[in-house]
């Protein structure tokens, strides 16, 4: 490891998880090294506009060369590129936003999120970070990875975020298998109270599990009765298009059939 | 909307002069969601960009349609004891506020108005347990405690003051003014917080330095319980002096 690098990734890792500038002293302090070091390297990464001083204040904060980046990150995620259309299509079919995630660790990370198409005042998602077993498209996903995977996301923590998240085991397990046997997974307020959502898996041309595309919106209006069939039918349809377009043949995909 | 807000202060029963306790009734809770409904008209936008910060937008949108449909509602009902009073605002919210704020907040309506039963008027000991209602209803919906950067944050801290406050032989009106001030400095200790509820809590560390909308609202609902209960006693009081005044 090179020390100096790692010093850098930290310095860059405190601003972001701040709303506030940090000062070189702050930052020394917070990261335990000397203020000549943490200067240095922060005349270095501003020199690659990975930070930016405030004239103001003195103060530094993340840089322009980093929205660069992480757009480049989300461009270079075939997924994400190739989800546009389908999302798009899904989210005017349904009314109702769409989420296109893939599974981080034990969370999931949303690289695409259309809008609700009613002109309404919405926030993008992208870049949100969901507990796998709190949303439709973690349960999506996990339904689909290998023993080994799903035995170590279900063993892991599950923390509760709201009074209806599943954080049973046997119980999760149990619905793991339900979403393979149905094609899609629901979610019913366990993420967020009173949301809700439906999400289907999508494959890569060798079956396995690449990410998931789903609907999430209001659960008066998404589960009113459960998911409504056509809905149901309008997610699969959308993961079904996407994974072949991702290169999943029609014999290899899972639940292809359902 | 002004209609909708413009309830009438006055119409408090005029009560027994002499308890030491003073006693909320019908009239009162019904100034009480009209100062609610002013308030946050007033505060709409500033609540929706806080929810824009670390949410989706729509906090301030959400509980200004809420409490315009409650008040329509409860301005409808003739007679109705405080319990019920509540009870339809619970509902009302329920059916007409979308996001987490409908289902949280109705459900803090109705355990509270569950909790005052039939009672034509209530004092501060009855108010405290319509309080810890609300309490368990929402952290049972929602499953946060405090710390959590959600409602609860100033929900809990006031109904903490609150009893303290009548332990020490308060009377309902310093309880109420000591939860109005624990809600506000709950609110603000969200700012530092990293949220681990709801919308916020996808963010991660990037929560930290923004204040909790949920709590801001909760906040603000203690500062109009607040306003009713003093507004009460001055309309009271107005009204026995006009009583003595007019000799009848």
Known sequence: MIQSVGRAARILKALGSESARLGVTELAERLGLAKATVYGLLRTLEAHQLVEQDLETGKYRLGPALLQLGNAFLDNNELRARSLLWAETLAGRAREAVH?????????????????????????????????????????????????????????????????????????????????????????????????????????????????????????RLLRDGPSPEIEAAVKEAARGLSRELGAGRPALPGAGA | MAAAVAVPLAGCLPGPRRKAARIVDAACVRSWLGVVATRLEAERDFLTQLDAAIGDADHGVNMHRGFTAVMARVGAMEEATPGQLLKTAGRTFVSTVGGAAGPLYGTAFLQAGEALGDAASFGPRLLLDALRASLEGVQRVGAAAVGDKTMVDALSPALGAFELELRMGGSLETATSGAREAAAEGMRATVPLQARKGRASYLGPRSVGHQDPGATSTALMFAALEQAVVADRSQRFAAGARRRGSGT
């Open chain 1, 100 to 220: 296109v995630g893939v599974l981080y660790g034990p969370n999931v990370l949303l690289v695409h999120h259309v809008f609700r198409p009613d002109n309404s005042l919405q926030i993008l998602q992208v870049g949100a970070s969901i507990p796998w077993h709190a949303c439709a498209l973690g349960k999506a996903m996990v339904a689909y990875l290998d023993a080994d995977a799903q035995a170590e996301l279900l063993a892991g923590p599950l923390p509760r975020l709201t009074g209806r998240t599943q954080t049973g085991r046997d119980a999760l397990e149990a619905e793991l298998a339900v979403v393979v046997a149905r094609g899609v997974a629901v979610e019913d307020q366990e993420a967020i109270v009173g949301e809700a959502g439906i999400a289907a898996a999508l494959f890569d041309n060798r079956g396995a599990v690449v990410g998931a595309i789903g609907l999430a919106g209001p659960v008066e």
